[in-house]
């Protein structure tokens, strides 16, 4: 790379860094992925199935042949003025990318319902929330279709890897990082292997 294209790009992403919340909620709203996943909560079996005011986590991929698809949780969430609590996933929805027919929601019937606490880490505002969410739903398309495919990963493979890994991190709270890992422990492993980072195993 030139010393005038690296220039560039550090400019450009310097600044992309100052973009304000609105810049990083329009980047969200493109991402594919992301209308994906608002669009399951709307499917004729999840509306029947899963309460409006439940919250809901970011979705995980789901090996199931080579296209897979992608699974979120929907849990018990609370609002006040100042604070939004949750407690642990009720259900479960599932979608693919390319087939919206087949959105469905699954009951987990959960033995326990567990207070997890915070949705959110604290200490974050909404511009750092929106660009982490761009970020991660930018990356983790991507990312999925190579866990998919068992691609080869590269350099610059690795770095998109390690850029959902770090989205993750800042918007998950720990408490509730085991539920995601359960959901697929082999995409967490091969993150962990091929991008360098993931989130611990419980």
Not at 189 to 195: A, D, I, M
């Amino acid at each position: 790379m030139t010393s005038k294209r690296a220039g560039l790009l550090i400019l450009a992403a310097g600044l992309a860094a100052c973009k304000g919340s609105s810049y990083w909620m329009d980047r969200l709203a493109a991402s594919r992925l992301h209308q994906r996943a608002k669009e399951v909560r709307h499917s004729a079996e999840c509306l029947k199935s899963v309460p409006i005011e439940f919250g809901e986590t970011y979705p995980v991929p789901v090996r199931d042949g080579k296209e897979g698809h992608f699974q979120l949780f929907y849990l018990p969430t609370r609002y006040s003025p100042s604070l939004c609590t949750m407690a642990s996933p009720v259900f479960a929805g599932e979608f693919s990318l390319d087939a919206p027919a087949a959105d469905r929601c699954v009951n987990l019937a959960p033995k326990t319902i567990e207070p997890l606490g915070a949705c959110m880490p604290s200490g974050l505002s909404m511009t750092q929330v929106n660009r982490s969410e761009a970020r991660l739903f930018e990356s983790l398309e991507p990312a999925a279709a190579l866990y998919f495919k068992g691609a080869p990963v590269g350099p610059k493979e690795r770095k998109l890897l390690s850029d959902y890994a770090e989205a993750v991190q800042t918007l998950v709270v720990p408490a509730l990082l085991p539920y995601y890992y359960r959901q697929n422990p082999e995409f967490w492993e091969w993150l962990r292997k091929e991008g360098g980072q993931s989130i611990p195993a419980p």
